[in-house]
DNA sequence: GTCTATATCGAGATAGAC
DNA sequence: GTCTATCTCGATATAGAC
């Protein structure tokens, strides 16, 4: 098997993923990829047949970085309620990134939704692993009802704080609303008294 | 007073608005504005000096039409807690574009922190109109004690919503989410028992 | 004021040498 | 496999006729 050719295509999708986060994908062209990774514009067609299929790797890509960082999770914590808690961390964790350029696939769907909806229902795969995961965890905590609409909830709170804190660049409200969120979490799904 | 030329100034940043909207800002060409408006390409730069530059005319647009309707609101509803649940309400209002095109505000946002932050600044008063909105509401209502980030609170709460929404292409789930934060916003702020 | 014609640029994509 | 050179297209923007 190609090493060299294969190894050359990983860079450039860990490129495109990082720029395309960044920048946007429209925004980003081969060449800041190709000055990014270091290889000439033409190079690309051999590994691709177009950039439309260089997003595809990259979603796919970041799909299996997705499970693999849910699989490592699920290892590393044995209480699915501290599984839901590291899921908001998340926010935390990388919140230098998100304050500069928002939620890597949250701001990815927003922008293929304004022109591509073949690709966003691709982009929102990502979403979805994130979702049925969360919706695993509930159950596994003795939740039964609307666990889906708990999983979709969550997610849309975690959306709703990245997305403004990058338009507002402000790093202290994601802060404040992690805290919040983390305190509805105990409060509403973890420990009911209801 | 040029009547004629001001009254197309008009038309071109209302559809130039729409289009921004519901394709993005970049992936809207003049060609696009053009054919809605029915005029020509080079006609623009009588008007304005670059796409930059409409863009800048339809926020100011956008904070003027914002600002009108919360001063309709005042008007309409003299209870401050009905202004916020109407707030929440846009969200049930704009169900149908917000499914298609997520929020006009929030959307724009995100792309245009992806590579400008100076046009970034100006597009997120949108938001600050809103917030500065929301505080006074508050206090109205008596809310003396983070009044701010409360409103922020909403507005993330809101955000998510939309962007989720447009995401998965689901009303069901905006539909389900506008009760609950409704919910939320008569149990957690309008009738606080403790 | 509005038009047509054009300049200029950078994008994605291709051909073919090496 | 990777490169250089080139094609084609559509974008913003400009010049100048009407």
Same mark, same amino acid.
């Given at each position: 098997m190609g090493n060299k050719g294969e190894a050359l295509r990983q860079r450039v999708i860990a490129a495109a993923g990082e720029l395309f986060y960044q $920048?946007?994908? *429209? =925004?980003t062209s081969f060449r800041d990829i190709a000055s990014a990774v270091g290889i000439s514009r033409g190079n690309f067609y051999y590994h691709f047949k177009s950039k439309d299929?260089? +997003? !595809? %790797? @990259?979603?796919?890509?970041?799909i299996a970085g997705i499970?693999?960082? /849910? %699989?490592?999770?699920?290892?590393?914590?044995?209480?699915?309620? &501290?599984?839901? !808690?590291h899921y908001v961390d998340i926010l /935390? !964790? =990388? &919140?230098? =990134?998100?304050?500069?350029?928002?939620?890597? @696939?949250?701001? +990815?769907?927003?922008?293929?939704?304004?022109y591509d909806h073949s690709i966003l229902t691709d982009a929102n795969k990502m979403f979805v692993v994130f979702r049925d995961w969360l919706v695993a965890q509930l159950k596994l905590i003795g939740v039964n009802n609307n666990t889906h609409?708990? %999983?979709? !909830? +969550?997610?849309?709170? @975690?959306?709703g704080i990245a997305m403004v804190t990058n338009a507002f660049d402000d790093k202290?409200?994601? $802060? &404040? *609303? @992690?805290? &919040? +969120?983390? $305190?509805w979490l105990d409060d509403e799904i973890l420990k009911p008294s209801h």
């Open positions: $920048q946007g994908y *429209e =925004n299929d260089i +997003l !595809h %790797a @990259v979603i796919d890509t970041r499970k693999a960082t /849910l %699989a490592e999770w699920d290892k590393k914590f044995t209480d699915p309620g &501290q599984r839901l !808690h /935390l !964790h =990388n &919140q230098d =990134n998100i304050t500069s350029y928002g939620c890597p @696939v949250g701001s +990815l769907c927003t922008e293929l939704a304004k609409r708990i %999983a979709m !909830h +969550l997610i849309s709170r @975690v959306q202290l409200f994601l $802060q &404040q *609303e @992690v805290k &919040q +969120l983390k $305190q």
